[in-house]
């Protein structure tokens, strides 16, 4: 049985087209989320700054603390001092002023640099909720941007699926069933050029007797593959 060649390229140029805007589209979930996980990226990294804020904030205060509570002792020690019977007495509370007096000096410097970072951190945040601000607004064009093209190639696709369906019409009987039983598993597999030699899907080797019925533009189908072959119009033209 002939079917026309040139409508049968046309059919596999149809599918290639629909294979690829479907893939298109079938991207398009994961370009959204990689926006929408940039975005989330951008908010987890102010938070960790807050968080950095707020510990740095707890730190302080429990220093501040321990060197009130500290300089409070010491003078308990100096009042105890005065009243001290013997000279070891005396001795041992100097011991413990003085140990309160140099931890209490390295407790003040380190409460100097937990303000400097307290300060620092401050800083963080406000450039971390302006980053947020500006991602915010880069994921929501993104995200429009990806619908935007989806809407695009679903009406591409849509075109394209109306051509072939028209193109189709050629494709009747069990040649039709067994062409859109393919076409369901292999998309635009379903159909191979070939250049008269070998499948253009598979590469086996055509035998004689295949070759001469596909220059005589017989309904073919690969024996290794099963795709509908054809040769293209222009190697046809110039037989
Ligand atoms: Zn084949």
Redesign the pocket.
Known sequence: MAIDYAQLARIHGLLQQRDELRSRLARIPKLIKDVENKRLTVAKARDAIKEALTSAKKSWHEKELTLKQRADRVENFKLKRNTCETNREYQILNDQIAADVTANSVLADEILETLERIEQLEQDVKQAEANVIAADRECQQGIEQLKQKEATVQSELAAVEGELRAAERILIGDVGSVYRRMVETRGAGAL?ETDGET??????VLTIQTKNELWQQHTIF??????L?YIPPADLAKK
């Open positions: 191979a499948c253009g899907e598979c590469h086996q690969c024996k290794g593959c099963g795709s072959m």
